[in-house]
């Protein structure tokens, strides 16, 4: 799968499920129930125990029915670990341009983290084509990605942090490129207890809010 394959569904399913987990158990659960619930975009977070091992399972048994990132990826060595498992993309909390620089030098997709003008304008300068935009809630939400999207009319932004089924109307009008949500819809409660129906239930929900804030018509998941 190339960079702009990779970019292009994400765009189109306009959900990067954030997959946090206490073991590679838990996590690859979380995987199978939000593919269960009609997203087919995954990132994986290097804060998951064993998180490659996890990726690697999830290349394996899924391939190209999902696109599978890394996530907090904050250093190169990480990077190159995660690419070398079946990792397609890379995200990082903040930007990172070693970060990028190991995915371009692979042709793979680097999602760095920003939340000032200056770190996006930096991003962008770096070849970054989709700029993760955190911890998004904490600064105004909606409000604050709408205010981003003024000078930067033409930059693909992926609000992370406060993002829930509640607001995603919100910032698909704000002009977010994709959302990126976790804890709002991989419960660490749910997957304590072991109810992953829970979680396929939010993952179906979101799927809908975001096609209806899209206007797209609904599409029938099996």
């Not at 406060?162 to 660490?188: H, T």
């Amino acid at each position: 799968m190339t960079r702009d394959d990779v970019i292009r569904r994400i765009g189109e399913v306009g959900i990067i499920p954030v997959v946090r987990a206490a073991s590679v158990d838990d996590a690859i659960r979380a995987v199978d129930a939000i593919c269960a619930g009609g997203i087919s975009i995954i990132e994986i977070t290097m804060t998951v125990p064993n998180a490659t091992d996890v990726i690697r399972q999830v290349a394996r048994e899924y391939g190209d029915k999902v696109v599978l990132g890394a996530g907090t990826v904050t250093t190169p060595e990480q990077a190159n670990l995660c690419l070398a498992v079946g990792a397609a993309f890379l995200v990082s909390p903040g930007l990172s341009l070693s970060v990028i620089s190991v995915a371009q030098a692979s042709g793979k997709l680097a999602i760095p983290g920003a939340l000032t003008p200056t770190e996006l304008m930096t991003a962008q300068d770096a070849g970054a084509s989709l700029i993760k935009i955190f911890p998004c809630g904490n600064v105004g939400g909606a409000k604050y990605l709408k205010a981003l999207k003024g000078p930067f009319p033409n930059a693909n932004l992926i609000p992370t942090g406060g993002v829930s089924v509640e607001n995603a109307a919100e910032f698909i009008a704000a002009g977010a490129f994709a959302l990126g949500v976790g804890g709002e819809l991989v419960s660490a409660v749910a997957l304590r207890e072991g109810n992953l129906q829970k979680i396929t239930e939010a993952a179906r929900e979101l799927v809908h809010a975001v096609r209806v804030a899209r206007h797209l018509p609904e599409k029938t998941i099996a």
